[in-house]
């Protein structure tokens, strides 16, 4: 076990971990030309935040967290998703109190105790944007967009599909969890044992059960979208229209309940067949209550949830060709003791210069030195030997052409500049 990553976790090596660098890159990018600001948050918070932010009717607090008792005996917890420490770093710097509305994103890596499979891990990574104090329905189509014009810029926008749903407001799901608790009421000993519990305390969670048997019981049950109220009906429309006019593509899927207790309103997935039955690459929706149930003032807020290990399988498998590093641009070869030393003085001034050079010791012989370059995908390989430093001209060979040519030592650099 000690050569071993825990269950649930990968490292990512150097020859794939350039495309992580690649999408993140992209992320941020993205993110600062729509204002949003980086925000980073630490990779544990006490218990309490995500068992009353997150629900305690959710199978993440249920069954998935990772906490553990500190020396002093106060419970902490692996952070699970994003919003809510966000949310909580919203109250205690009091950022509320500056003018709103703000906006917020993030990359983070997140801990679930969940059964390993493809596109789920224990240990997995996530984009995140977070939009406080709006309660227009122009925020949560600009989180919308966002992901979407993110995944247009990485070329799989016509892999993914939108979706989108109302799971209405306190005022209007009342009555919606008591049309759904009549109608799951005769099939109670079918459900799941999870699900059995919830039927009492929050059946709207039956509806985001992993379990093929609950799945199939939930066929057929009434819809949030039909138990609106008036203010949350018009706001879904209002969303629809926004979209449209951003250019945003959609579909209503009445089935999506997000699996959050702090969801309120809108709640959208985009997803992808091309990952198998993990299809939701990117999720979330509105949580106007999220502020003031953590202890904060009434403040709006939206954002969303992007799997980064899901992102990248979607593009892997729709051929998205994402560009791996430059090689080196040169390397030196050396043969001898004085050879080295005045290797090591190039080394630093191409180095100085911003050049990728690169330069290996104990001494190889000439062509294990060159083999070394190719490896390195070194542009250019420069040579010195015992004659070099006699002649005070240094050799500077094409790796790629095979061309040599003799180069003065102290115009190295003039000549890889011009090259």
Same mark, same amino acid.
């Given at each position: 076990?000690?050569?071993?990553?825990?269950?649930g976790?990968?490292?990512?090596?150097?020859?794939?971990?350039?495309?992580?660098?690649?999408?993140?890159?992209?992320?941020?990018?993205?993110?600062?030309?729509?204002?949003?600001?980086?925000?980073?948050?630490?990779?544990?918070?006490?218990?309490?935040?995500?068992?009353?932010?997150?629900?305690?009717?959710?199978?993440?607090?249920?069954?998935?967290?990772?906490?553990?008792?500190?020396?002093?005996?106060?419970?902490?917890?692996?952070?699970?998703? /994003?919003?809510?420490?966000?949310? *909580? +770093? #919203? $109250?205690?710097? %009091?950022?509320? =109190?500056?003018?709103?509305?703000? @906006?917020?994103?993030?990359?983070?890596?997140?801990?679930?105790?969940?059964?390993?499979?493809?596109?789920?891990?224990?240990?997995?990574?996530?984009?995140?944007?977070?939009?406080?104090g709006?309660?227009?329905?122009?925020?949560?189509?600009?989180?919308?967009?966002?992901?979407?014009?993110?995944?247009?810029?990485?070329?799989?926008?016509?892999?993914?599909?939108?979706?989108?749903?109302?799971?209405?407001?306190?005022?209007?799901?009342? /009555?919606?969890?008591?049309?759904? *608790? +009549? #109608? $799951?009421a005769? %099939?109670?000993? =079918?459900?799941?044992?999870?699900? @059995?519990?919830?039927?009492?305390?929050?059946?709207?969670?039956?509806?985001?059960?992993?379990?093929?048997?609950?799945?199939?019981?939930?066929?057929?049950?009434?819809?949030?979208?039909?138990?609106?109220?008036?203010?949350?009906?018009?706001?879904?429309?209002?969303?629809?229209?926004?979209?449209?006019?951003?250019?945003?593509?959609?579909?209503?899927?009445?089935?999506?309940?997000?699996?959050?207790?702090?969801?309120?309103?809108t709640?959208?997935e985009?997803?992808?067949? *091309?990952?198998?039955?993990?299809?939701?690459?990117?999720?979330?929706?509105?949580?106007?209550?999220?502020?003031?149930?953590?202890?904060?003032?009434?403040?709006?807020?939206?954002?969303?949830?992007?799997?980064?290990?899901?992102?990248?399988?979607?593009?892997?498998?729709?051929?998205?060709?994402?560009?791996?590093?430059?090689?080196?641009?040169?390397?030196?070869?050396?043969?001898?003791?004085?050879?080295?030393?005045?290797?090591?003085?190039?080394?630093r001034?191409?180095?100085?210069?911003?050049?990728?050079?690169?330069?290996?010791?104990?001494?190889?012989?000439?062509?294990?030195?060159?083999?070394?370059?190719?490896?390195?995908?070194?542009?250019?390989?420069?040579?010195?030997?015992?004659e070099?430093?006699?002649?005070?001209?240094?050799?500077i060979?094409?790796?790629?052409?095979?061309?040599?040519?003799?180069?003065?030592?102290?115009?190295?650099?003039?000549?890889l500049?011009?090259?």
């Amino acid at each position: 076990m000690l050569t071993q990553a825990p269950k649930g976790t990968k490292d990512r090596l150097p020859d794939e971990i350039y495309k992580w660098s690649f999408v993140e890159s992209a992320f941020r990018a993205l993110c600062a030309r729509r204002g949003f600001s980086e925000i980073r948050t630490p990779v544990f918070e006490y218990t309490e935040l995500f068992s009353r932010g997150v629900g305690t009717s959710t199978d993440i607090v249920e069954k998935q967290m990772y906490s553990f008792d500190d020396y002093d005996g106060r419970s902490l917890t692996l952070r699970p998703e /994003g919003t809510a420490s966000v949310a *909580r +770093a #919203f $109250l205690e710097h %009091k950022l509320y =109190a500056q003018p709103q509305p703000s @906006k917020y994103a993030y990359e983070i890596a997140c801990y679930r105790h969940e059964r390993p499979q493809k596109g789920r891990l224990r240990e997995f990574h996530q984009f995140g944007a977070e939009y406080f104090g709006s309660a227009d329905m122009l925020a949560d189509a600009e989180v919308i967009a966002l992901a979407a014009d993110f995944f247009t810029e990485l070329g799989v926008v016509a892999e993914i599909d939108l979706r989108i749903n109302s799971i209405g407001c306190p005022a209007c799901r009342g /009555g919606y969890r008591e049309a759904l *608790r +009549a #109608f $799951l009421a005769p %099939k109670r000993e =079918a459900l799941c044992d999870s699900c @059995k519990n919830r039927l009492d305390r929050n059946p709207m969670r039956i509806l985001d059960c992993k379990s093929p048997v609950c799945g199939e019981l939930v066929k057929g049950a009434p819809r949030m979208l039909d138990y609106l109220c008036d203010a949350c009906g018009e706001d879904f429309e209002a969303l629809g229209r926004n979209l449209n006019a951003l250019g945003v593509a959609f579909a209503v899927d009445a089935g999506i309940v997000r699996g959050l207790d702090y969801y309120t309103k809108t709640a959208f997935e985009f997803v992808s067949s *091309r990952i198998g039955a993990q299809g939701t690459v990117c999720g979330g929706g509105r949580y106007d209550h999220l502020i003031e149930e953590l202890g904060g003032p009434p403040m709006p807020g939206v954002g969303f949830g992007l799997g980064i290990e899901r992102l990248l399988s979607v593009m892997e498998t729709a051929g998205v060709a994402i560009p791996p590093p430059a090689g080196a641009d040169a390397y030196i070869a050396f043969l001898g003791d004085a050879a080295k030393v005045a290797g090591l003085g190039l080394l630093r001034r191409l180095r100085a210069a911003d050049l990728r050079v690169e330069m290996d010791g104990p001494a190889q012989s000439l062509k294990g030195q060159l083999k070394r370059a190719d490896r390195l995908g070194a542009r250019y390989t420069i040579v010195i030997g015992e004659e070099e430093l006699r002649e005070g001209a240094f050799l500077i060979k094409d790796m790629i052409s095979g061309e040599q040519r003799r180069v003065d030592a102290d115009c190295v650099l003039d000549a890889l500049a011009a090259r």
